[in-house]
């Protein structure tokens, strides 16, 4: 199985900050990866599929990079309603696996 | 758009079969851009991907549930169904299904999902 381990599993930060969550694959995937966004009591959103194609109707302050093995969620400007989890899956093999997550709180 | 809606018992006890179905509606599930895949959280825990079918039948399991999970569909009613066997209280969680498209050159990444539906294993 691929292992996909973000970090940190928490961060604390101000609106308007820039804030960057980091996935790292136990083998490479290419740009086989997506992030989402998931807010308490709710289904995962997708927000970036394909390591930095932005799903339609997302805001452009949420961007992806990436290739690899090494890939990275920003947030240009942090705003109220981006404090959630953040998960990455990649989709290289025929078995999909989830980050553990990163939440993101209110400082 | 699709929409996706989880059905199933709300309480299963233990060593019994959890059995779920997804009904997917504003859209085809024999639609040849969409695996259709089933994804679970535990309380206060993180996503687990349980396993994907295609409207043809083809499957792909979590190897870790590989020997406990089976996922159906039934095109006729625009469903797809879960069951898992022998539960315990690990499997306690709030299942989802969800669309995965398949784009050329960009993998697979699921698009639309349900509200999800809480399975507690308890006797």
């Known amino acids: 199985d691929i292992q996909m381990t973000q970090s940190p599993s928490s961060l604390s930060a101000s609106v308007g900050d820039r804030v960057t969550i980091t996935c790292r694959a136990s083998?490479?995937?290419?740009?086989?990866l997506n992030w989402y966004q998931q807010k308490p009591g709710k289904a995962p959103k997708l927000l970036i599929y394909?390591?930095?194609s932005l799903q339609s109707g997302v805001p452009s302050r949420f961007s992806g990079s990436g290739s690899g093995t090494d890939f990275t969620l920003t947030i240009s400007s942090l705003q109220p309603e981006d404090f959630a989890t953040y998960y990455c899956?990649?989709?290289?093999?025929?078995?999909?696996?989830f980050g553990q997550g990163t939440k993101v709180e209110i400082k | 758009q699709l929409q996706l809606q989880e059905s199933g018992p709300g309480l299963v006890k233990p060593s019994e079969t959890l059995s779920l179905t997804c009904t997917v509606s504003?859209?085809?599930?024999?639609?040849?851009?969409?695996?259709w895949g089933w994804i679970r959280q535990p309380p206060g825990k993180g996503l687990e991907w349980i396993g994907n079918?295609?409207?043809?039948?083809?499957?792909y399991y979590n190897p870790s549930l590989k020997s406990r999970v089976t996922i159906s569909v039934d095109t006729s009613k625009n469903q797809f169904s879960l069951t898992l066997s022998s539960v315990t209280a690990a499997d306690t969680a709030v299942y989802y299904c969800?669309?995965?498209?398949?784009?050329?050159?960009?993998?697979?990444?699921?698009?639309?999902w349900g509200q999800g539906t809480l399975v507690t294993v308890s006797s």
């Open positions: 079918i295609y409207y043809s039948g083809s499957t």
């Open positions: 899956q990649q989709s290289y093999s025929n078995s999909w696996t």
């Open positions: 504003g859209g085809s599930i024999s639609s040849s851009s969409y695996f």
């Open positions: 394909a390591a930095s």
């Open positions: 083998q490479s995937i290419s740009t086989y």
């Open positions: 969800a669309s995965d498209i398949a784009v050329a050159g960009t993998g697979y990444y699921f698009d639309y």
